[in-house]
């Protein structure tokens, strides 16, 4: 059975706290779509608490065999931080989301157990405060054909129930369109038994 569903977070999660030893870890959860979208939230939080003294994070993006994630420690001890925070997001089965802890050094050392803990903890805390939706995935095609050949290809994208993402009605037409991946390949043959119309996945 073909697996074309993922789960994501809907909206950012509320700012989270967690404390230990005086030292303060406030998380944050992000939906993203692509590793583009961390640098410039990153920033803001940085603004935000421009006086912690950390902020470490881990997101991952993509679906199926296309996994792409990253995890950083900020100055942490090596895989204090990122790692655990990485951990939660492969815990709650979820992806392109950005997780995002901030420390406040509270003058008492944590060790790297403890480390572990605060950072497991509050990506936790952030996660459980937010919203987990499930995504569908999909497939996308190009179709071009001539403006004649329209009837035909719009017969088909509603038979099969294929979403326009984007189109362009000339006298050469083209148009992206998207369906869920269960139901790509019957679409894909229904559109390419069509006379004269060319249809490619991208």
């Excluded at 912690?52 to 900020?74: E, V």
Aim: glycine share 4%; proline share 2%; hydrophobic share 40%.
């Amino acid at each position: 059975m073909i697996k074309d569903t993922y789960n994501t977070i809907a909206e950012p999660s509320e700012e989270m706290l967690y404390k230990e030893k005086n030292s303060k870890f406030f998380s944050y959860a992000f939906p993203i779509s692509s590793e583009e979208e961390v640098k410039p939230i990153l920033e803001e939080i940085k603004k935000k608490h421009h006086t912690a003294r950390h902020w470490c994070y881990a997101f991952q993006t993509g679906t199926d065999q296309k996994i792409y994630y990253r995890a950083n420690d900020d100055g942490e001890p090596s895989n204090t931080a990122g790692m655990p925070i990485y951990g939660q997001i492969q815990s709650f089965d979820i992806t392109n989301v950005f997780v995002v802890v901030v420390r406040y050094f509270g003058g008492v050392k944590l060790g790297v157990g403890g480390l572990i803990v605060a950072y497991r903890e509050s990506a936790k805390m952030a996660l459980e405060n937010s919203t987990i939706i499930e995504e569908t995935i999909d497939v996308h095609f190009a179709i071009r054909f001539d403006y004649k050949n329209m009837n035909k290809v719009m017969r088909v994208i509603k038979e099969k129930n294929l979403i326009v993402v984007h189109q362009i009605m000339e006298l050469d037409c083209y148009m992206e369109i998207k369906i869920r991946k269960k139901f790509a390949e019957a679409a894909q043959l229904a559109l390419e038994n069509l006379y004269e119309i060319e249809v490619k996945t991208i």
